[in-house]
């Protein structure tokens, strides 16, 4: 820092700020860069007060104007549901066997219902549909609950093993941790490997074979294939939901799943949860 002083060579006035022997010129600003900087003062003073703009405890400043773009959002959504309200009562009341045979209701249903997927569904099956780890692949045509176009929209309507909804799929697998000793676990890992057509140990899997046959047919069936009347998933392929290596299927015998999916028919309109059925049954796994 400095005290003020003329600079020699420009003859201006400093501002007493120095760096590395570089003084700071104070050199007035353009008359006109003045100008403009009141007038966005005074605009933003107007604004302010003609559109919302201070916030408030529970809102904010209406604005002279009455201006909201929520207003505006809002009208168009009524305009275009009263466009589409014949299309939209029609989906709410079809015979979803029969959708296909009206192809104006099927193309705004498919539409309506990549709306409502990407709004609801997509945070847990993903923005594709794919899945992850304990969220279904809704692309396959493996389906725990079955994957024709009613199917697909009772699941959404009542969701799985949620509390909200007596209509609810509902099945538990047994936590076998508390059934067997880890060497039967052990052994039935590795059938399963082996049904599934994924390396195995085969002298683990001929003993895992009759544990299987004792403890997990009755859901799974003899063959492994699975029972969608109760959810349980088809073995015999390489589709896993929480992960088919020798260590996640470990961990599901021993401590068991037990996934829960909302109820959704609580929160959707009728026409929405057709539509939304619709959109998944079109992505390509739908029966």
Known sequence: MSQHE????????TTGHEWDGIRELNNPLPRWWLWCFYLTIIWGVGYTIAFPAWPLINGATA??????TRAEVAADI???????AGLTSALAKVELASLADNPDLHRFAVA????????HCSQ???????GAVGYPNLLDDDWLWGGALAEIAYTVKHGIRNETDDDAHYSQMPAFGDLLEE?????????VLQIS???????LAQDGAALFEEQCTACHGEQGQGDRSQGAPNLTDAIWLYGGDTTALTATITNAR????????????????????????GLGGGE
Do not use: K
């Open 78 to 84: 009524d305009r275009y549901a009263q466009q589409n």
């Open 124 to 130: 847990c099956h993903g923005s594709g549909a794919a």
């Open 197 to 203: 057509g994924a390396d195995h140990d085969t002298t």
């Open 112 to 119: 309506n219902g990549a709306a409502v997927f990407r709004s």
């Open 183 to 191: 060497e039967e676990i052990a052994a039935t890992v590795q059938y």
């Open 63 to 68: 604005g002279l104007l009455g201006f909201a």
């Open 258 to 281: 037990f996934g829960v999916m909302p109820a959704w028919g609580q929160r959707l309109s009728p026409s929405d949860v057709n539509a939304v059925a619709a959109y998944v049954h």
């Open 6 to 13: 003329i600079d020699e060579p420009t003859g201006v006035d």
